[in-house]
């Protein structure tokens, strides 16, 4: 325990003098002082209360009341009414009923009256702490005739009064049989309700939509026909979870996703959390289907971060489990956010790119990599897209990076995989990560079968990606853009009449092999010079008349002629070296 501060020990000392009559209270108090010196004139006597009267001027700046240990009468209590308050506790108010009664028991205190009465409209306003020690006396009773007085329910007008509450304490109220209203108090952030037993099984709904509540303290108390809990995202400790479920027999269900309850298990119960992948894939169930977004979100980095350090100490099955919830939230979450969660796994987690991964889900590959990337093309929104683009590049990059001599994939995944990255890079407009694309489509190349290669001399969307990725690396790598156009003369030297006609309908592609023969001209690069010159004879054979126009004459024709005084005549018969 630390030791007390010099302002606590000058408050202790000041409250005993004044309280001893050693020290008078002649002067006044700043609003820190002020709360603490008449806290400890309480603790010695609860008489000091009248003090709010007697020295009103001294205390002016007060604006925090702890009254448990008082008995308050009317006089003394409309003393609250000089005062700013931010927080009140109340204390025994047996001697106020007669002064305040509720209108449908005179036994009881209408206490939504009593605060209306004693407190000004600064307070009424201002005031974010609110409890209640003898709560009994303020509500038991009011709900007796709970169905015939709904409108007029006393503890929903509470709520309605004080909108601006942070901490509410109704602890020992009886006769309290739901919280309808609670919801009203948007800013709550504390609930005490101990030994508070509410009769109607759905009283406690409306917590769920208290969005700011941490704190709720159930302790000592009963709800005797509760069996599901979610205390997701609070500050919920281990020890009160079992007490808690073993005072509440009926209990069936605690989700406790995202809490110091992370590790826990206990057999009497369903707990979801993160505990194993099992309890991962009821936790993700449960966030989806309720559209917990926020809970899906915490699922999916949880078990990114498990995939990505701790998956040595997982089994086959545990492995296998988290592949199809992963699986599942790219088929079923509706949350973006989520679904990018899902798909950063794949790319991100260490566990993706090891040798373990792609020998025992060597099957389920192809069907993974086709889902996420079609997860990722149906995004909606063009931000998240834009960053999970990054995420399905990476993934595929870690495919073809796992191919070595003799472990040819699946031919319908190279190729699916060859498509898709040419796709992406021919359809945003916006291509970032050139060398990324050039990697994945070299090396994917390398490692292909000879039908594979076949059917890549035809295919003209890798094609066309490959055009679009060499006219792009031509301005700031001639390295790479040599590599690439090194690949595509080797496609075209195979390509059917019909690709070649299809390739130069659009015209995009000759023009672009005109401009980079216009920039390529001043540069002594002779390899990726020949590639652009061949591309062309290859394409003279279907270009139409105003294309070869275009293409042989004005400063094209001026371009190839100073390519032509650096190299030998070229003829059609031309070879790559």
């Avoid at 003393?79 to 308050?85: E, H, R």
């Avoid at 199809?324 to 798909?343: F, M, N, Q, S």
């Avoid at 790119?353 to 990599?369: A, H, Q």
């Avoid at 652009?532 to 001026?558: I, W």
């Amino acid at each position: 325990m630390s030791p007390p501060t010099l302002f606590q020990l000058a408050v202790k000392s000041l409250a005993q003098g004044i309280h001893e009559g050693k020290i008078p209270f002649d002067f006044n108090l700043d609003t820190k002082s002020s709360n603490a010196v008449f806290r400890e004139l309480l603790k010695w006597d609860p008489k000091h209360f009248e003090k709010l009267k007697t020295h009103r001027n001294q205390l002016s700046k007060l604006t925090e009341l702890d009254l448990r240990k008082c008995e308050i009468d009317k006089e003394g209590v409309l003393n609250l009414k000089n005062f700013k308050l931010h927080s009140l506790e109340f204390g025994i108010l047996y001697r106020l009923k007669t002064k305040f009664p509720h209108a449908m028991n005179p036994n009881r205190i209408d206490i939504v009256c009593l605060l209306e009465t004693v407190l000004n409209i600064n307070s009424q306003k201002m005031i974010v702490h609110l409890g209640f020690h003898d709560m009994e006396e303020c509500m038991n009773g009011w709900e007796e005739n709970y169905k015939e007085f709904n409108e007029q329910c006393h503890f929903s007008k509470l709520c309605n009064s004080f909108p601006n509450l942070r901490i509410l304490d109704i602890s020992y109220a009886n006769g309290l049989s739901t919280l309808k209203g609670i919801k009203n108090i948007k800013s709550l952030q504390k609930l005490v309700m101990r030994d508070v037993r509410l009769d109607d099984r759905d009283g406690y709904k409306e917590l769920s939509e208290l969005k700011n509540l941490r704190v709720l303290d159930v302790s000592s108390g009963r709800i005797e026909n509760l069996e599901f809990l979610d205390c997701s995202m609070t500050y919920v400790q281990e020890h009160e979870l079992r007490e808690f479920v073993e005072h509440h027999k009926a209990l069936k269900t605690v989700v406790a996703i995202s809490t110091a309850c992370d590790n826990l298990s206990i057999p009497t119960i369903d707990l979801l959390n993160f505990v194993s992948p099992t309890s991962f894939g009821k936790c993700l169930k449960y966030a989806i289907t309720n559209e917990r977004d926020n809970l899906a979100v915490k699922c999916m980095k949880g078990i990114s971060a498990t995939l990505n350090t701790n998956y040595e100490q997982l089994n086959e099955s545990e492995i296998s489990e988290f592949l199809k919830i992963l699986c599942y939230v790219l088929r079923e979450a509706k949350d973006e956010e989520t679904k990018h969660e899902a798909i950063s796994c794949f790319a991100s987690s260490d566990f993706f790119g090891t040798e373990r991964f792609f020998s025992s889900c060597s099957l389920e590959i192809p069907g993974i990599v086709e889902l996420v990337f079609k997860t990722w093309d149906n995004l909606k929104r063009p931000n998240r897209k834009f960053v999970a683009h990054r995420c399905v590049v990476s993934l595929f990059q870690r495919i073809v990076n796992f191919l070595r001599f003799g472990r040819i994939l699946q031919n319908g995944l190279l190729s699916f995989i060859m498509d898709k990255t040419s796709s992406m890079y021919i359809t945003e407009t916006f291509t970032p990560y050139g060398d990324l694309y050039k990697d994945i489509l070299m090396r994917a190349n390398r490692f292909m079968s000879v039908d594979q290669y076949a059917a890549m001399c035809n295919n003209t969307t890798v094609i066309e990606g490959l055009f679009k990725l060499s006219h792009n690396l031509i301005q700031w790598n001639l390295s790479s853009h040599q590599q690439i156009m090194k690949l595509i003369v080797s496609y075209m030297n195979q390509a059917s009449e019909d690709t070649l006609k299809f390739l130069v309908s659009n015209g995009q592609i000759v023009e672009n092999c005109i401009e980079q023969i216009m920039m390529i001209s001043q540069f002594p690069t002779k390899d990726s010079q020949n590639h652009l010159l061949h591309l062309l004879l290859v394409f003279s054979s279907v270009m139409s008349d105003e294309q070869l126009k275009k293409c042989y004459g004005g400063e094209t024709v001026f371009s190839l002629l100073l390519i032509q005084h650096v190299e030998k005549p070229m003829s059609t018969n031309f070879q790559i070296n």
